[in-house]
């Protein structure tokens, strides 16, 4: 989760600090991984995602406070780990419903829509993991120029040889 929510960051610092055009492909990529990690955490505490509702939220200071959020969370969950504790589904939902609120608020101020996200996450896994199936040495040598084109719902030269976002072999 702090991971990626540092990649989000990034890509929200890159239009706010610096002054780059907004890359709504790459924060829409990343938004979509912070939901697959909590998706995973919520699965492995018994986190109660029924009451993840399509309800609106106000937006205030989102961009800086979904950083504190992801890393309160990813913190808690590191904490109970270290401690071999398991974290409690409650703990783990009110974590949750924190990171959540703030990524519709960001959804919406980025004018995406949360089906999209998940829909073109869904498709970057499937291009990383043929056959639907997670392995380490998939996640290690990825295609980036496939992946890039799953998200963005284009086509790649085919290639399963590991690439960088250029094309170039890794």
Same mark, same amino acid.
Do not use: H, K, S
């Given at each position: 989760l702090c991971t990626e929510a540092g990649e989000l960051l990034d890509a929200l610092k890159k239009e706010l600090i610096y002054g780059k055009p907004r890359d709504k492909q790459n924060?829409?990529?990343e938004i979509g991984d912070l939901c697959w990690y909590c998706a995973l955490y919520a699965d492995s505490c018994g986190a109660e995602l029924s009451l993840l509702t399509n309800k609106e939220y106000p937006l205030s200071s989102v961009t800086l406070k979904v950083g504190a959020? !992801?890393?309160?969370?990813? +913190?808690? *969950?590191?904490?109970?780990t270290l401690r071999h504790k398991q974290t409690s589904s409650v703990e783990a939902t009110s974590r949750i419903m924190c990171i959540w609120t703030d990524l519709r608020a960001l959804v919406r101020?980025?004018?995406?829509?949360?089906?999209?996200?998940?829909?073109?996450?869904?498709?970057k896994l499937e291009a990383r993991y043929k056959g639907g199936k997670f392995s380490t040495?998939?996640?290690?040598?990825?295609? !980036?120029?496939?992946?890039? +084109?799953? *998200?963005?719902?284009?086509?790649?030269p085919f290639s399963d040889e590991p690439t960088d976002v250029e094309g170039q072999k890794s």
């Open positions: 924060i829409l990529e959020e !992801l890393n309160w969370a990813a +913190a808690g *969950l590191l904490t109970d101020e980025f004018d995406l829509d949360m089906t999209n996200v998940f829909e073109a996450n869904i498709r040495e998939a996640a290690l040598n990825r295609n !980036l120029v496939a992946e890039l +084109a799953a *998200l963005t719902g284009t086509e790649a």
